[in-house]
């Protein structure tokens, strides 16, 4: 179990963020811990144009920032009423993914909070989702809401992929930690892709079917001293081949998970321009919640 008593919400508002800051509220209650809602504001979204008077473009950078206030005030205070839970709000100006992980990181925020999209959906498509661009430079774990279903129902069934990577190590542990009363199966895919390549080589059959052997032997054994760790019962394991982005988020389908747990891989800038990362896959491929160690 880990210990989280800071959790920050990110909201804009949206029908996505509003998922998101209801899942907050309910782990900050659920863990004992503090909420912080935060809106970022685009600084272009407080410009009014160059051709009107200094002073009207003031107002209305005013006006602006009061209005943001004013719902975050409202917001806080049916979170408070609802949950009986502490919430702070702010709002900064400056980029978005910049901005919630900097006032994460001022507070020692142990879990950041967002929904996979925002009011400017469209865009972020184009650019790059704020929860993508949040788990690449986040430095606690990030959870991102995707199940359009109830977020005040407790997880029931988690997905905790591993790799035994250190990004992965501590991932059943976080799992125990958000999703307590939920049945969590670890699962390592071996890839595929790794055998594949060696059968290309031309390794010798029955020399491949030793090797596939021994590994499954040795991550089944690494599993289970890695959920022996735990001291609990809630903890399956599985062991599958295939792509892991597909076969996590396959697994994840075929046993309804309402939330997948996976580390942060760790590569260099040129493999995730060619391949695309493993975390950003599934981020993209899941229909449940993910939550990202780092």
């Known amino acids: 179990m880990q210990n989280i008593q800071h959790i920050v919400a990110a909201t804009d508002f949206s029908t996505a963020a509003n998922l998101a800051t209801i899942r907050a ?42 209005h943001i206030k004013t719902e975050l005030e409202i917001l806080a205070g049916k979170l408070r009423e609802q949950f009986e839970i502490h919430v702070h709000h702010c709002t900064k100006i400056g980029r978005a993914h910049s901005e919630i992980v900097n006032h994460a990181t001022s507070i020692n925020a142990g879990l950041i909070v967002a929904g996979a999209q925002g009011e400017h959906s469209i865009l972020e498509k184009l650019l790059g989702s704020t929860a993508l661009r949040l788990i690449k430079v986040a430095t606690c774990p990030v959870l991102i809401i995707k199940n359009k279903n109830s977020s ?37 895919i071996f890839d595929s892709n790794q055998e594949a390549h060696m059968y290309k080589a ?26 022996a760790l735990q001291n609990t019962a809630s903890f399956s394991s599985l062991i599958l081949s295939g792509y892991p982005p597909a076969a996590i988020c396959a697994r994840a389908n075929a046993v309804n998970a309402d939330l997948i747990v996976i580390g942060k891989h760790n590569k260099n800038n040129i493999e995730q321009w060619l391949l695309g990362s493993v975390t950003k896959a599934v981020v ?9 160690n780092h």
């Open 25 to 66: 509220a309910h782990l900050a209650k659920n863990l004992g811990a503090e909420l912080h809602l935060v809106h970022i504001v685009h600084p272009l979204d407080l410009y009014a144009g160059s051709e009107l008077s200094f002073d009207f473009q003031m107002h209305y950078q005013q006006a602006q920032q009061q």
């Open 152 to 188: 005040l129902i407790d997880y029931q069934q988690v997905v905790a992929a591993v790799d035994f990577s250190v990004g992965s190590m501590q991932v059943p542990a976080l799992a125990s930690t958000i999703a307590p009363n939920a049945h969590i199966e670890a699962l390592l």
């Open 202 to 227: 031309g390794m010798d059959e029955a020399l491949l079917t030793q090797y596939r052997e021994q590994a499954l032997q040795q991550a089944q054994r690494k599993l289970d001293d890695l959920i």
């Open 284 to 292: 993209y491929g899941a229909e449940c919640d993910v939550l990202l």
